[in-house]
């Protein structure tokens, strides 16, 4: 059943725990402490020497590298005028980039295990070498080391699902490559979090929040979802925030028992529990995004928001528990992609929300659409497929058989590329407001 779709893949505690293995560098270097011999000793300081070597050439691309990109191409100057009109950022193709991406699994320690498709033997390598391309200018990768002396004494925040933290862990990979980041909270799921990057004074929340208004699930029966209520845990925050990424999605799809005023309004999927009106998945998601709307707006805390548009998967052949797969190796082409009927309704409801906000940021709002949904859909190539743990075919009679992601996305991957359109956007943002209020 389509509407089911993803609810094994959205829901892995299991990932959680993965999480924890991979992203604590701090725990795998103390317990290596523990053991002392002389070749462990003579193995770090190589080790030590090697890194060094290492940050020496980063630091050397770095400043090369900054010099390389400041002149502004005829096609950028549209936006380092500070005006984003001229160029949908979100219109394009996606182009051979010979110089692949920024990080790798070796450089980055922060890609769950269930998305480091390079460690887990994916065997094709093409999906790795492409650059999202706006039609009407062109997008560079952006800088980790500008943006970040961008965003000095900054809070960032990302809210959402799975998606969310997929998302966040590619900023972090990117970002990480000029300074390593310290992880200062975590919940106990490991599903929310905090990092800072010291010497910068930047920080980086990602809000487990995956409907976005209060949710409950009561001695597992269905969710509850309060259509009127945002979900503190995000909201109880916002004030600390300069930059918040927001997006919602998947988790609609489940079976929904929806509340308001007190009173239960409907569901969704509830299959004639207590003869309750399906509303379906929109009637939640529309309920939801207009109160988020109206927070962002009715909050007198301004904090520059994004709200990320529904990220397409690309099954074929079956879903996600039928069998589907996602082998493809190359991107779509313009037309090519047909985007499936659950993702056109959350964006149709995502436009009908935000659209009024222009392409622009609007200099009258402080939110507008991250409108991420046309380039993804044109990467079928992007995601794990069977890679989501090492060797999925060992011992496996029938290949059919190894559970696909094809909704996540692997790391690096294409939605490297989301993090140039966020941060171009972002920024030009800024320099709107520096120009129109004579700073600089
Ligand atoms: C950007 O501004 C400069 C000078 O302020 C001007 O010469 C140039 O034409 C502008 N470019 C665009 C694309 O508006
Ligand atoms: C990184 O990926 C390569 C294959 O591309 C693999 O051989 C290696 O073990 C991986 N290393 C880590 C630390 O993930
Ligand atoms: C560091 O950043 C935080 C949050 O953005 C801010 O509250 C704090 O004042 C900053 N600290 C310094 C020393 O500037
Ligand atoms: C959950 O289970 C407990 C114990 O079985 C019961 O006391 C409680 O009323 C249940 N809550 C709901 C909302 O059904
Ligand atoms: C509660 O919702 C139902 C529809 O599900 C509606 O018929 C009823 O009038 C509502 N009651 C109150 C008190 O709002
Ligand atoms: C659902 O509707 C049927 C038919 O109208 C009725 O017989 C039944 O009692 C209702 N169930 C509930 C839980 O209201
Ligand atoms: C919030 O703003 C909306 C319009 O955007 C308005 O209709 C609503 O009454 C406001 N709510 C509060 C609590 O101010
Ligand atoms: C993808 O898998 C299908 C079914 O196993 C196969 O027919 C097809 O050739 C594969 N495509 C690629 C690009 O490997």
Known sequence: MEQQLTLVLLDSPKGAKIVEDTCYPSSSSSSSVTSSSSTDRRHRTFVKFFVYLSLIALAYYFIISSFAVSPISPDTSSSANGSSEKCDLFTGDWVPDPSGPLYTNLSCHHIQDFQNCLLNGRPDVNYLFWRWKPRDCDLPRFSPSQFLDSVKNKWWAFIGDSIARNHVQSFICILSQVEEVEEIYH??????????????????????????????????????????????????????????????????????????????????????????????????????????????????????????????????????????YCNRTMPFKEGEAKMKTVDDVMRDVELEVFQKFGKGFGLGSNIRLLDTTGMSLLRPDGHPGPYRHPNPFAGVKDKSHVQNDCLHWCLPGPIDSWNDVMVEAMLNRERELYNLIGLK
């Open 187 to 324: 919940d106990k799921e490991f599903r929310s979090k905090i990092w800072r990057f010291p010497s910068h004074n930047f920080t980086l929340s990602v809000i487990w929040s995956p409907f976005l208004v209060k949710s409950e699930t009561p001695n597992n029966s269905d969710i509850q979802l309060y259509l009127d209520q945002l979900d503190h845990k995000w909201t109880v925050q916002y004030s600390k925030f300069d930059y918040v990424v927001i997006s919602g999605g998947k988790w609609f799809l489940k079976t929904t028992i929806f509340h308001e005023n007190n009173n239960i309004t409907g569901c969704h999927y509830c299959q004639g529990i207590d003869n309750l009106t399906d509303l379906g998945y929109d009637y939640s998601y529309r309920k939801t995004l207009n109160l988020l709307r109206d927070f962002v707006l009715n909050s007198t805390h301004k904090p520059l928001v994004l709200f990320r548009t529904t990220t397409p998967d690309h099954f074929e052949n079956g879903e996600w528990n039928t069998g589907g």
